[in-house]
C-alpha cells in the first residue's frame, strides 16, 4: 500500500503523480480549493494549480489561451505528440472530427454484447476459487479486449494488447524489455500505414489512414500515435475507473446494496461515481499569454493544473460533494474533462464501466476487498495495480 499523503502537505510542495497514489484525497485537494485556489508548486519544475470548478472550466475551454502541448506533470518523454491529445486547435479537429461518428453512442451501442461476453468470461475464470485479484484478472484485461473491438482488430492479438494494458500502469525498470512496452505498441501499429494506403474502409485504423491534416497526408508517426493514444487512454482511465469503485463500494457497503437494489441506478450511478473518484485527477496545459484568476497573474509560458479532482468536489457546483448521491442532478462532472479535448472515448468508457458493474454486481454481490493488500502507485491517473477480493464462490456462466 502507498503511504497517504498528510494534512502537511501545502500547496509549495504538492505532488501531482502522488496525489494519484492516495485512497482518499478529497480532503487534502478541499483544503487547497479553500485556501489557495489559484496558487503555484514547485514540484517538477514548477507549475501553477486552477482547484475550483468555474477556474477550472473557464481555462479548459479558452484553447488559444491554454495550449494542450504539454499535458502531463512532470513532462514525459515521447517519440512524437500523441494526437489529438497534445494537439491544438485548429488542427487537432483534424484527426478528432472523421472519428466523432464513430464513438457516439449509436455507434458504439453495438460493441456492448460482445464486451458484455468478455467480462462473463474473465469472471468465469475465477469465480470458482472465492477469491481473485479483479485488477488483474478483470478490470486491466477487459478495456484491451474493447480496444480490439473499438479498432476492428483480430481477437488473436489480445494477448498482446493485455499485456501492454498490465505494462501501461507499471514502472517497468528501466533498461528492461517491458520498459519497450510503448515501442511495441508503435511497431505493432507502423505496418498498418502501408497496408492501409488506399484503403476505403469504415474502420478506425483505415479512417485514420485516409486522415489529411492541414491539407496533407497523414504521416506515419502521426498515424501510429494517434492509434497507440487511441489505445492507451482508453485502457489506462477505464480500469481505474473500475477498480476505484470497487473499492468505494466495499467502503460504502450501503451504496453497494442500493445499486443491487435497483439496478436501474447504475447509469446514473457511474455519472455520479466518475464525479466523486475521478480517474484521471488532473492534466496540465501551458499559457500562451499572461493570464488573471482571482487578481493573481499567471505569466505565459507557464504550465497549469487543471484540477479535474478538486473541480469535482467544489460545493458551488455540486451541493454536498463528499457524499455520493446517485439521483444527482444535474451532474455536469469532468471526469471526461471538458472543453475541445473532452475525452473522445467517453461513451465507450461509460458502456465498459457499466457493463463490468453489473455482472460484478450480479455475480460477485458480496465481495470484500483485502483492503491491507490493495496497492496503488503514483501516476497520472489514479493506478490500483493489485486488487485483492473475497467473496462466496460461484458457478460459471454456463452452468448457472
Known sequence: MTTEQTSKTTVEDLDPLAISAMSHPF????????????????????????????????AAVDAATFSSSDVTIPSEPLLAKPAPLMIDPPTHMNYRHPLLRKFSPQALAGTEPAIRAKVTEMIDSFIERGSADLSTELFVPFPAFAALQLLSLPEEDFPSFSRWAQLAFTIPEEGSEDAKWEMEVAMYFAPLYEQLTGSDGDDIPSIARRMQIDGREIEVMEFVMLLTTLVAAGLDTTTNASANIAVLLHEQPELRQQLIDRPELIPSAVEEMLRYLTPLPMLARVTTRDVEFDGITIPEGQKVALQ????????????????????????RHLAFGMGPHRCIGMHLARIEVRVVLEELLRRLPDYEVVTDEVVRGKGVTRQIYNLPVRFSPGKKSGSE
Do not use: I, Q
Not at 482547484?51 to 473557464?58: K, P
Not at 479535474?308 to 451532474?331: G, Q, S, Y
Open 308 to 331: 479535474w479532482l478538486a473541480a469535482n468536489h467544489d460545493p458551488e457546483e455540486f451541493p454536498e460533494p463528499e457524499k455520493v448521491v446517485f439521483e444527482r442532478k444535474p451532474n
Open 27 to 58: 480532503e487534502l485537494l478541499g483544503e487547497m480549493r479553500e485556501k489557495c485556489p489559484v496558487s503555484h508548486s514547485n514540484t517538477y519544475g514548477g507549475f501553477w494549480n486552477l482547484f475550483r470548478y468555474e477556474d477550472v472550466c473557464a
